[in-house]
């Protein structure tokens, strides 16, 4: 190698050395000016990580905790210590509780809860033999046995003579809905009257 050649090569080593420190001064500077604001925000991350696992093994205890009580509520319906602590733990699963108490005592209870809410209204509807609640599920388009309340509205309006009306509520019925077959069966019935 010449001489100029080994001068190139010294320079551009110095020169890579001293952008490498040039670097590093940099990165100290930023270091010392951000200091307090990067230990911050790695300790948030280290608290926000712990927070989480602490809250999701409280999640999980009070869902072990719910579901042990809701086990006793439905062997024993009448503990009220079991139904105090699945009131606390999940209150929804506390309405369904409720929801099968009332529905073994043959009773009406408020819930929350819109498909049992629905269910509820319905079986109030069926008991109390209340055609024109048993109209309004049917005329709801979300209500979950929309068909079947049909199906109940048109019996009961043919067991009140009204045969008729009871047909004209059984053409409301789907031929894809499951209860088809009984609505047929209704309206062979009904062809005699």
């Known amino acids: 190698m010449s001489i100029k050649e080994n001068v190139d090569y010294v320079k551009d080593e110095l020169s890579s050395q001293e952008k490498f420190l040039e670097n590093f001064v940099k990165g100290e500077r930023f270091y010392k000016k951000y200091k307090t604001l990067i230990f911050a925000f790695i300790a948030i991350i280290i608290v926000g990580s712990i927070g989480t696992v602490i809250k999701n093994s409280m999640d999980e205890s009070n869902k072990l905790k719910a579901n042990l009580a809701f ?34 005592d043959n009773k009406a209870v408020e819930v929350n809860i819109p498909l049992l809410k629905e269910l509820s ?48 509520a059984l053409k409301l019925i789907p031929q894809t809905s499951k209860a088809f077959e009984l609505a047929n069966l209704l309206n062979h019935y009904l062809l005699t009257k």
Do not use: R, T, W
């Open 121 to 168: 209204k319905y079986q109030v509807a069926l008991a109390n033999k209340n055609v024109d609640e048993l109209n309004n599920l049917s005329m709801q388009n979300d209500f979950l046995l929309k068909e079947f309340a049909i199906f109940n509205k048109a019996l009961l309006l043919s067991n009140e003579g009204k045969y008729e009306d009871a047909k004209a």
């Open 71 to 104: 086990n006793k509520v439905l062997q024993n319906s009448n503990d009220a210590q079991a139904l105090e602590e699945l009131k606390n733990k999940n209150a929804k699963l506390y309405e369904v509780a409720l929801f099968l108490q009332a529905k073994k």
